[in-house]
């Protein structure tokens, strides 16, 4: 997908992002990842996947759980749309670390940042999309499903 093609952003469902944050608050103060799956621009579902690195400021996808959400996704008709990590303690903005290892350029990186309790984490800023690409982060229009979607 190119940035071009997201007009007014992304729209995530109200269970992705309860589940982005559970995953975050439950690995803290390590960071969490996981894939993010759905249809065009709307994030229905966050996948949890473990972190591979052995920092516990980074983190790395593990190859098996980014591959089962492919399967998950394409089983039910969806497509994979991009990452999640947290930033436990920091804003939800890109670091270097995450432009340098940044290689799905077709995928939206969503950064959360785990404090307290939210209704809605996108609207209070601790839930935040970027593109990622050549070593530049463009941040990308996100909002949560109403509660009549």
Not at 2 to 9: A, C, E, F, N
Not at 22 to 48: D, M, N, Q, T, V
């Amino acid at each position: 997908m190119d940035k071009r093609d997201v007009g007014s952003g992304f729209v995530i469902s109200r269970a992705a992002v309860q589940e982005i944050m559970r995953h975050a608050k439950f690995e803290s103060p390590r960071e969490c990842c996981g894939l993010l799956l759905g249809s065009a621009l709307l994030i229905e579902e966050a996948h949890a996947a473990r972190n591979d690195s052995s920092d516990p400021r980074r983190y790395r996808v593990n190859p098996e759980d980014h591959f089962q959400a492919i399967q998950v996704a394409r089983s039910s008709g969806r497509s994979v749309l991009g990452v999640y990590h947290s930033h436990p303690g920091k804003p939800p903005a890109p670091s270097p670390t995450d432009l340098a290892g940044a290689s799905y350029h077709d995928y939206v990186y969503l950064i959360v940042s785990p404090q307290s309790e939210i209704e809605d984490p996108v609207s209070a800023g601790n839930l935040k999309a970027f593109w990622l690409r050549d070593g530049q982060a463009t941040g990308v229009a996100l909002r949560m499903e109403s509660p009549s979607s």
